[in-house]
């Protein structure tokens, strides 16, 4: 799914606009990010939540020419899904899950 198809998924709900719908998609997508920039998490839930991680500098290689290289520190950032959306990507391993501890 893309921006675009988002933006149409957003439109179809309602009685909105295309510009309405950019409006809606862009403005929360902002959010997520201007939180992040500033260190903030973002927990939406049932969906799962969105923090930064501090990765450490390190020693890599170019894959090219086998140098090493140094690899400064960076923030990433990282989501985590919800146990809801786990479950509704792998319904077996949910439907296993609650027999297994039914039969516990």
């Known amino acids: 799914m893309t921006k675009a198809d988002l933006v149409e998924k957003v439109t179809g709900l ?3 606009t295309r510009r ?3 409006v809606i998609v862009e ?3 902002e959010s997520v990010i201007n939180a992040l920039q500033t260190g903030d998490k973002i927990e939406i839930r049932g969906f ?3 923090r930064i991680r501090q990765r450490n500098p390190r020693i890599g290689r170019n894959p090219k020419t086998g140098e090493r290289v140094e ?3 960076k923030r990433v950032p990282y989501f985590k899904p919800s146990k ?3 479950d509704l ?3 077996g391993e949910a439907e296993a899950a609650s027999k297994g501890e039914k039969a516990q």
């Open 48 to 50: 799962g939540s969105f």
């Open 20 to 22: 309405d719908g950019e």
């Open 89 to 91: 990507v792998n319904p």
């Open 27 to 29: 403005t929360i997508f």
């Open 14 to 16: 309602g009685d909105l």
């Open 71 to 73: 690899v400064p520190a």
């Open 84 to 86: 809801e959306l786990r």
